[in-house]
């Protein structure tokens, strides 16, 4: 099996900025995309990063110039600072991988528990 663990959430003001990190375990032989995504109360989840096992980015318009996701192949860790933050930014955010699991010899798609963001304002 192959679990994720997401750290880094909290209460900050608006401006202020957070760093999010996903750290992936288990029976991993292979991850392949790695992605951030966020739930408000009452919406639906959305995605917010994602970045490919070759480091390309691609982001949702409204964090464009503000979040930044990044990870550490090594470390099976995945990262997102999140600098001026703003009211709305506030949700669950969830990270999640897809890769290949070296026991089972299936291909995985794994999600974390979710941290909380609250941006005040």
């Known amino acids: 099996q192959v679990q994720l663990v997401e750290s880094g959430g909290g209460l900050v003001q608006a401006g202020g900025s957070l760093r999010l990190s996903c750290a992936a375990s288990?029976?991993?032989?292979?991850?392949?995309?790695m992605g951030w995504y966020r739930q408000a109360p009452g919406k639906q989840r959305e995605l917010v990063a994602h970045?490919?096992?070759?480091?390309?980015?691609k982001y949702t318009d409204s964090v464009k110039g503000r979040f930044t996701i990044s990870r550490d192949n090594a470390k099976n860790t995945m990262y997102l600072q999140m600098n001026s933050l703003k009211p709305e930014d506030t949700a669950v955010y969830y990270c999640?991988?897809?890769?290949?699991?070296?026991?089972?010899?299936?291909?995985?798609?794994?999600w974390g528990q979710g941290t909380q963001v609250t941006v005040s304002s």
């Open positions: 999640n991988a897809e890769g290949h699991d070296y026991v089972t010899d299936l291909d995985f798609d794994s």
């Open positions: 288990g029976s991993i032989f292979s991850i392949n995309g």
């Open positions: 970045i490919s096992s070759r480091g390309n980015t």
